[in-house]
């Protein structure tokens, strides 16, 4: 499968050589200032609520009991509480984890000037998970996968609650067609790290 990765010029020699592939984190991609319109995404794989409803404790007993289980509010016996939330949102960020991004479009300018095309994207993946490996930062296990794209709210009272995936972004960001290798790390808290991969002729290409 044939991806593509954008980059800024002044690294494109050193990715092509395998000598500074960077491996970024979700941690690092959540601090928009730092990165791009469009790359970077303060909800990143996080756990959404939306708050929207009215409550009153002397007949709704059963959310009142949701919020005291949720810690949220305390009410005492006898006491009346009424409650009017409107549109607020909470966020919980799933665990930070070690992500390589590609496109799969060489097109698409994400306000890069370099397109690295990468030939197999499963090989790379492979080699960049040995390496990773070799140096003891992540977990046996890694993940590939394409991201997908959709708008996703979620009831704060909703019966089930929702995780979102690090394959899992909203469709603001669905002109990237983005896909991500993610590592597991050992130990936590993590940083982007640069690494030297050694790369096989041919399966890495600037395009651009």
């Not at 003891?136 to 089930?160: C, D, H, Q, S, W």
Request: charged share 30%; hydrophobic share 40%; aromatic share 12%.
């Amino acid at each position: 499968m044939k991806l593509y990765k954008h980059l800024a010029s002044e690294f494109a020699e050193s990715f092509l050589t395998g000598k500074s592939i960077r491996v970024g984190t979700l941690s690092d991609f959540r601090r928009e200032e730092e990165h791009l319109v469009g790359i970077g995404d303060r909800f990143d794989a996080s756990f959404e609520r939306r708050l929207n409803f009215t409550a009153d404790s002397s007949k709704d007993a059963d959310i009142f009991r949701k919020l005291e289980e949720a810690r949220i509010i305390k009410v005492d016996a006898g006491a009346r509480v009424r409650i009017n939330i409107s549109d607020s949102y909470s966020e919980e960020p799933y665990p930070d984890l070690f992500l390589f991004c590609a496109s799969e479009t060489a097109d698409t300018d994400f306000g890069y000037d370099a397109v690295i095309e990468i030939s197999d994207f499963e090989a790379f993946a492979r080699l960049l998970h040995g390496r990773m490996k070799a140096l003891g930062l992540i977990k046996p296990e890694g993940l590939m996968g394409k991201v997908e794209y959709k708008k996703v709210n979620v009831e704060f009272l909703a019966t089930e609650a929702w995780q979102a995936s690090p394959f899992q972004k909203d469709l603001a960001f669905s002109e990237n067609r983005e896909w991500r290798i993610i590592f597991e790390p050992v130990v936590r808290p993590i940083q982007p790290r640069i690494l030297d991969v050694a790369m096989p002729d041919g399966l890495l290409k600037r395009v651009r």
